[in-house]
T-cell receptor
Framework: QQKVQQSPESLTVSEGAMASLNCTFS??????FRWYRQHSGKGLEVLVS????GEKEEGSFTAHLNRASLHVFLHIREPQPSDSALYLC?????????????FGEGTQVTVIS | GGIITQTPKFLIGQEGQKLTLKCQQN?????MYWYRQDSGKGLRLIYY???????QKGDLSEGYDASREKKSSFSLTVTSAQKNEMAVFLC???????????????FGPGTRLTVL
């Protein structure tokens, strides 16, 4: 069964400094990876979806996938206080029938001025 | 664009009570999902439905029932609320499932459950 783990559990960064989040997964056949952001009391907002090894950039968010090492990273460039939120990594297998996402437990990011 | 609406936004129940949460989407998506999120944690899949009247169990289906009455709506029932339970229930929808392509899931704002 797929296991997804995120680190660190919480992260405080200064406004404008790069923030880096880590997600590890257990199933090498996984081929679909997403990063979501969730502001307190709100629903999930998809930030980046990545399907092949390498990097994918969406605005100030860059995902980096390395399936050999079972890692997918999220880098937040020049974070603002409005980027303070829970960041969730989700992994799925497109060969499956459910479209089921397996989520990590999240990294709570706080951006300070 | 479209929107997912979840009702109620807040739900307070008593131990042993049966509680129903509702979700509506106007994306015209085929697939709908119910997830549970415990405080500050990731999401776990309870039920999903790939079309009207279809139901599939997720990892956390015990203690829950679901109903896909029509394409646009998906209901979740907590069959017997547990004392001191607190969680957020998130509904999501997507155009389809699997088949070599993973469709984006769009999430509603959630229903916050508290059991006294």
């Amino acid at each position: 069964q797929q296991k997804v783990q995120q680190s660190p559990e919480s992260l405080t960064v200064s406004e404008g400094a790069m923030a880096s989040l880590n997600c590890t997964f257990s199933d090498r056949s996984s081929d679909n990876f997403r990063w979501y952001r969730q502001h307190s009391g709100k629903g999930l907002e998809v930030l980046v979806s990545i399907f092949s090894d390498g990097e994918k950039e969406e605005g100030s968010f860059t995902a980096h996938l390395n399936r050999a090492s079972l890692h997918v990273f999220l880098h937040i460039r020049e974070p603002q206080p409005s980027d303070s939120a829970l960041y969730l990594c989700a992994v799925s297998d497109t060969g499956g029938l459910s479209g089921k996402l397996t989520f990590g437990e999240g990294t709570q990011v706080t951006v300070i001025s | 664009g479209g929107i997912i609406t979840q009702t109620p936004k807040f739900l307070i129940g008593q131990e042993g009570q049966k509680l129903t949460l509702k979700c509506q989407q106007n994306f015209n998506h085929d697939t709908m999902y119910w997830y549970r999120q415990d405080s500050g944690k990731g999401l776990r899949l309870i039920y999903y439905s790939i079309t009207e009247n279809d139901l599939q169990k997720g990892d956390l289906s015990e203690g829950y029932d679901a109903s896909r009455e029509k394409k646009s709506s998906f209901s979740l029932t907590v069959t017997s609320a547990q004392k001191n339970e607190m969680a957020v229930f998130l509904c999501a929808s997507s155009p389809g499932t699997g088949g070599g392509f993973s469709y984006e899931q769009y999430f509603g704002p959630g229903t916050r459950l508290t059991v006294l």
